[in-house]
């Protein structure tokens, strides 16, 4: 088990699970980071005393500021602040920030080879082939907290040094709207695509689980975590979401890892690893579950699924467009200034004008980024 914890989104829904079960376990949070929830980030600094925590909101930060006074606590703001987060303080590093914002942070928090409990798909999906690289020539542990990508390293740990894996199956559970034909989803509502059937998330990953474009960032992430390409991968939608993913090794064997949809089970296997500790919850009962079903995708319905694993395959700035571009689009959406099925559209135009192929730089990907963001704007105008 870690000795000590840095949280970085900290008053996110995998942030506050985080504390608690750092809470449970008695793990020390050295530090936290939030962006504009002061009241949240107050509450936590005088639960948790850590030593620095970040606003990433500059005003919120001078709020902040005020609001922790009366103690010791160092307040910071803005991307050197976040970074500090990082590399300054804990053993181990939760990376549960939303989006791009996490890769500068997290290439930090490896060059001082820490664990990194990466939470932030994004990292991977954006610069994956360099931050995997990174943590290798520094020695840093990446430990997967998604819970599909912690179960396929459970099933892969299980399995010891003789890897022999054949097949990853990326379970997933089709989001509220599974079965719907697209036609039917043009008028569909934040507080719609939120409502996640089995998990609670936040806003963002919730519409992401909605469009499926959740899953196909996860294919993306599982292909850099576990160096295996694209046709290593299949997607299998699993509406009970009680097999969080499976690996398939040489022999046609299958190893599977169970449980029920709570994020604190993968969050505390990221912090007790290689050990286990005592269950924050129940384990299934099977007897109540009564059966697993098991689809293939449907991708002309969900294109964002399609599009997503167009652009592992594709490699180069692709993924990084795609993934740049759909927080904009989500962004909108949650405010009302785009359409349910516009959010694929608008990522796609994105991919199409923006995508370059062949090897990426670390500067090339953050112009992709930038450029991948401002033409959502500039198409939605």
Known sequence: MVSSLSVLGSTGSVGTQTLDVAARLGIPVKA???????????????????????????????????MLADTDIRVGSGMSALVDCAAGYGECVVTAVSGSVGLTPTLAAIDEKKRIALANKETLVCAGSLV?????????????????HSAIFQCLEAQGEARALRKILLTGSGGPFRGKKRAELASVTPAQAVAHPNWNM????????????????????AMHLFSVTPDDIRVIIHPE?????????????????????????????????????????????????????????????????????????????????????????????????????????????????????????????????????????????
Request: with cysteine; net charge negative.
């Open 202 to 221: 936040g806003a963002k990953i919730s519409v992401d689980s909605a469009t499926l474009m959740n899953k196909g960032l996860e294919f993306i992430e």
């Open 241 to 381: 979401s009680v097999i969080h993913s499976m690996v398939e090794f040489t022999d046609g064997c299958v190893l599977a890892q169970l449980g029920i949809p709570d994020m604190r089970l993968p969050i505390q296997y990221a912090l007790t690893y290689p050990s286990r500790a005592s269950a924050p919850a129940p384990g299934p009962d099977f007897t109540q579950i009564g059966s697993l079903t098991f689809f293939d995708p449907d991708l002309t319905n969900t294109p964002c699924l399609a599009l997503a694993m167009d652009c592992a395959r594709r490699g180069g700035t692709a993924p990084a467009v795609l993934s740049a571009a759909n927080e904009e689009a989500v962004a909108l959406f949650l405010r009302e200034k785009l359409g349910f099925n516009q959010i694929y559209d608008s990522v796609a135009a994105a991919v199409s004008a923006l995508a370059e192929d062949g090897a990426v730089t670390l500067e090339g990907l953050r112009a992709a980024d930038a450029a991948a963001r401002a033409h959502v704007k500039e198409h939605i105008s």
């Open 32 to 66: 936290i980071s939030g962006n504009k929830n002061t009241k949240l980030l107050a509450e936590q600094a005088r639960r948790f005393h850590p030593d620095f925590v970040c606003a990433y909101d500059e005003a919120a930060a001078d709020t902040l500021k005020t």
């Open 132 to 148: 995997m690289a990174r943590a290798k020539e520094k020695g840093a542990e990446i430990v997967p907290v998604d819970s599909e």
